[in-house]
């Protein structure tokens, strides 16, 4: 039967061993999501972009079709 110093080093093991790995898989959720929000920030750029492009668009073909004043 294991004496109590191997009971010991178990718990410890396991204790530090959690924090550990329970640490390393934190900092890869980070990541990940660091990502994401780096992929959703540069689509809504772009989107803000094609949205202003068609405006403008849409004002010059409205005041090309215009009729002169002058």
Do not use: C, D, N, W
């Not at 999501?33 to 010059?60: F, I, N, S, T, Y």
Request: no cysteine; charged share 20%.
């Amino acid at each position: 039967m294991p004496g109590a110093k191997t009971y010991q080093a178990i718990g410890y093991v396991t204790y530090h061993g959690g924090r550990f790995v329970g640490k390393a898989k934190r900092a890869e959720l980070e990541r990940q999501m660091h990502r994401q929000k780096q992929v959703r920030g540069a689509a809504v750029a772009a989107a803000v972009v094609v949205v202003a492009l068609v405006l403008v668009a849409g004002v010059a073909g409205r005041r090309a079709s215009r009729v002169p004043t002058v």
